[in-house]
Structure formats: structure tokens, C-alpha cells
């Protein structure tokens, strides 16, 4: 009766439906009825070396981090530990060891403004995740001509004496481009700001295609930054796993105690955690291991090609440069790609666009019936 039917969708799709499927559900079932405050050390034993193996591969043996419901509580997150970062530096005699200390300044703390200077492209999230910690977001637009190319010189210029920190992603939606991180990062560490990388499309797919040799000379994205602190990586994208689950990475103990300190005890949103999502985590990364990833993000990059390559001969179609991940924007500056029927039935929206439609089985259309501008992906405003 409640069966959902053929959908499409952005996520590889390509361990679904086989012996893999099964195990993860197993594995998730198994756990289902965890809780982290009282189960075994089993689930905190899987939770961490799902952490450890993945802070490996974003080059850093000694992340901390934690498995969490989504990307926007990765980012949310993210952002708590950056106003963390910002407490320790305003009341540095407070006992930071103790967070409801300083959950104790914050009314002192928030008579003052603070801001996060990010990309404008930056997913909802931080946006939503600012909105909620009373951050003021300032977005930085794209060089002129173009959509997604950040010029890092205009972050500095956004800079104000009350930002705390950045953001940039390494994986946009729906663009798959990546920000200038590594300068991004040199810009944090010499003005003692706290840097957060939104990896949650892109931190299951990019590190693979790095092994692979399939992107070779991509500029570092991850922990290689020095002024990286934290990264979010969704589990349930490119992660492959059941939702709900994303994970985030801090680079060290005093990063992830930042997050602690504003959202005590773990620096997750939500306190009670399944447990569930932590072994289909562990299942899934250790039943495909690396090289089933690598197999899979290459399978990934494939079917784009075959996809970027045949929507190219179509006339009047034309697909957007610039995406180093599963990601394809296709636009039409003739058609009115919002009316077409291939766009899964999801019609007009009020701002005349398309939303992100997908195809089965792996690539994302976002289509636009014009050449995107920099407004297509501002944040949805009341005239929306
Ligand atoms: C770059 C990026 N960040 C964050 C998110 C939020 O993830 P979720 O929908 O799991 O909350 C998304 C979701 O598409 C995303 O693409």
C-alpha cells in the first residue's frame, strides 16, 4: 500500500538492490533499537573507525567527529563549533572545560554581532544553521560571467571585524564545482577564523576519485589545508547508506570541543542517537571497502560523461562546466526546460526554475529555462 514505486534519484545507486543492500539493512536492523547513551561499546567502536578510516582519507589520522541525521546537522554543527571557537576567544578566563559555563555567556556573548563570510552558493543549510545561532551570514558572489567561480580575494574583502568564520564547499549543489578552499584556508589561519568545508555531496566521492587518479592535480579540498577545522561528508549520498546518516570530522580535540561547548555532550544536535545508522555505516564501508568506492565513484563519472556527452548533441541543450563530482547542470537558453516532461513531472516553480531534478540512476539535472545566474541557487526569498 505505502510501497513508493520508481523514483529518481541523485545517489549512486549501483550496491542497491544486491547482497549489499541486504547486509547494510541488516546491519541497520540489528542495531535499530540502540541508543548511544546505553548501548555496548559496539556502536561507538563502529562509529569510530567509520570516522577514523574516513579521516584518513581526507588526510588526517587524527579527526574526531561523529555520525549524525543529515548533512544540515553536519553543517549546523559545523557552525556551532565555529561560535565555540569564538567563545573561547571572547571570555578566554572562562572554564572552557565545562560547557554550561559557557552556555551561561551566551546572552553576554550575543550582545555583540558575528558573521560567516561563505560562497552564496553554499547550501541552505548554513544558512538555516546561522538563522538558528543568531549568525549573520555575508555571501560572497561569484566572479562576474560566472555561477559557481569564487574569487578568494572577494572573501577577504567580506570580512568584518565581527566574522567568526568561513565556509566553503567542496561538492556544490547543484553545481559540483569546488570553492578556492586552499586559499580560503590561508585567509582563516591568518586571521584566526574558524574554516568549515561542506563536503557532504562531495566527501564520499571526491577522495575516491583522487585514489583512483581519476582527478589528478585537484587542488587539496580537505585536512591538507592547514586551516580546515572541520568537514561534513553525507553517508547517505555518495556514502551510500540508508538515511539518515552524514558524518563530520573536526581536525583535532580542541576543534571538536568547540562544537561540545555550544552543544553539549557529543556537539550532535539531537542527544538520543540510533545506533542503527552507525553499523549500516560501518557495514557499507567495510563491505565495499575502498576499492568498491573507488569502483563506484569512477561508475559515477562514467555515466555523467555518457550523459554530459549525449545531452550535448542535442540541440539547443547545453551542459554547464565546471563540476568535478555526480553532479550535471543542464540548461537551455531556447527551451523552457521547466515545462519539459523529462523533468520528473515536477513543473514550475514560482521563481520560474526547475528544482534540482534527478535522473536514475546516478547524475542530477538542475535545469534552468535560462543561463543560470548568480541568483539560481540564492538562499529561497519571500518573492519566491
Ligand atoms: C552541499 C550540501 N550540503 C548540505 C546538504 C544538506 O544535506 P541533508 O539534505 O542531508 O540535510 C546538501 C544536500 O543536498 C548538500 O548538497
Known amino acids: 500500500m505505502f510501497d513508493e514505486g520508481p523514483h529518481l534519484t541523485s545517489s549512486p545507486t549501483l550496491p542497491w538492490g544486491d547482497s549489499v543492500r541486504e547486509l547494510v539493512s541488516e546491519a541497520k536492523k540489528r542495531f535499530e533499537w540502540g541508543q548511544i547513551w546505553h548501548s555496548g561499546k559496539g556502536a561507538r567502536q563502529m562509529e569510530r573507525q567509520v570516522i577514523s578510516m574516513m579521516g584518513e582519507l581526507f588526510h588526517n589520522d587524527g579527526a574526531l567527529g561523529f555520525i549524525c541525521y543529515g548533512g544540515s ?9 565555529a561560535k565555540g571557537k569564538a567563545f573561547v576567544k571572547r571570555f578566554p578566563d572562562a572554564d572552557h572545560s565545562d560547557p554550561y559555563v559557557l552556555i551561561g555567556l551566551v546572552p553576554e556573548f550575543e550582545k555583540k554581532s558575528h558573521s560567516i563570510v561563505m560562497p552564496l552558493h553554499s547550501h541552505y543549510s548554513l ?26 580575494a572577494d572573501i577577504r574583502a567580506a570580512i568584518r571585524e565581527d566574522t567568526i568564520g568561513l565556509v566553503g564547499t567542496a561538492g556544490t549543489w547543484p553545481f559540483g564545482s569546488i570553492d578556492p578552499i586552499e586559499e580560503m584556508g590561508r585567509i582563516a589561519e591568518e586571521k584566526d577564523l574558524y574554516f568549515h568545508v561542506d563536503a557532504c555531496f ?15 592535480n585537484l587542488a587539496a579540498w580537505d585536512f591538507r589545508v592547514p586551516g580546515v577545522s572541520s568537514i561534513s561528508a553525507d553517508l547517505h549520498k555518495n556514502g551510500m547508506v540508508p538515511p ?8 583535532d580535540r580542541k576543534t571538536i ?6 552543544s553539549p555532550p557529543f556537539g550532535t544536535l539531537s542527544g538520543t542517537r540510533s545506533t542503527g545508522p552507525m553499523a549500516a555505516a560501518w557495514t557499507m564501508l567495510n563491505a565495499l571497502g575502498i576499492d568498491g568506492y573507488i569502483a563506484v565513484a569512477e561508475h559515477c563519472m562514467r555515466l555523467r560523461e555518457e550523459l554530459i556527452e549525449a545531452v550535448s548533441k542535442i540541440p539547443n541543450l547545453k551542459v554547464l562546466g565546471g563540476g568535478m563530482i555526480n553532479l550535471t547542470v543542464i540548461y537551455s537558453e531556447e527551451i523552457d526546460l521547466n515545462r519539459s516532461a523529462w523533468l520528473g513531472g515536477r513543473g514550475l516553480d514560482a521563481c520560474g526554475r ?20 548568480p541568483g539560481l541557487c540564492r538562499f529561497p526569498g519571500p518573492d519566491c
Open 73 to 81: 546537522e553536519s553543517d549546523i554543527c559545523a557552525l556551532a563549533a
Open 127 to 152: 544558512y538555516k544553521g546561522c538563522a538558528l545561532m543568531g549568525l549573520e551570514p555575508i555571501p560572497v558572489f561569484p566572479k562576474e560571467g560566472t555561477v559557481h567561480e569564487i574569487d578568494p
Open 202 to 216: 562531495g566527501g564520499f566521492i571526491l577522495p575516491f576519485l583522487e585514489r583512483s587518479g581519476y582527478h589528478q
Open 244 to 251: 539518515p546518516a552524514s558524518s563530520l570530522y573536526f581536525r
Open 257 to 262: 570541543d568547540y562544537a561540545r561547548m555550544i
Open 354 to 373: 526547475s528544482e534540482s531534478t534527478t535522473v536514475e540512476p546516478l547524475c542530477l539535472h538542475h535545469a534552468t529555462e535560462r543561463r543560470p545566474d
